[in-house]
């Protein structure tokens, strides 16, 4: 069973950054997509950024310019920069990877935008 252990959650003013990391708990294998999904309050969970294996990316358009995704594959890690955060990106934000048929997801880290 692979684990994603998220970090870097936390509370910060509109127009700050963030950076959230994630870090699977195997080395047998590379997960061959990592990214991030967000969840807010009375919404369903959506898609914020992923990446994969050869370092193709895709993001949400309400993200895109503001938010980075990057990944390590040695390290089987993934990380959000996110930049000009807005108050509309106060969510759950969860990890994800993906290895063969398999979906694995972190537990989730907050993510509040508030003055």
């Known amino acids: 069973q692979v684990q994603l252990v998220e970090s870097g959650g936390g509370m910060v003013q509109p127009g700050g950054s963030l950076r959230l990391s994630c870090v699977a708990s195997?080395?047998?294998?590379?997960?061959?997509?990592m990214g991030w999904y967000r969840q807010a309050p009375g919404k369903e969970r959506e898609l914020v950024a992923i990446?994969?294996?050869?370092?193709?990316?895709a993001y949400a358009d309400s993200v895109k310019d503001r938010f980075t995704v990057s990944k390590d594959n040695t390290e089987n890690t993934v990380a959000l920069q996110m930049n000009s955060l807005q108050p509309e990106d106060t969510a759950v934000y969860y990890c994800?990877?993906?290895?063969?048929?398999?979906?694995?997801w972190g537990q989730g880290t907050q993510v509040t935008v508030s003055s």
């Open positions: 195997t080395s047998r294998f590379t997960l061959y997509v």
């Open positions: 994800y990877g993906k290895w063969m048929s398999l979906n694995y």
């Open positions: 990446v994969t294996n050869d370092y193709t990316t």
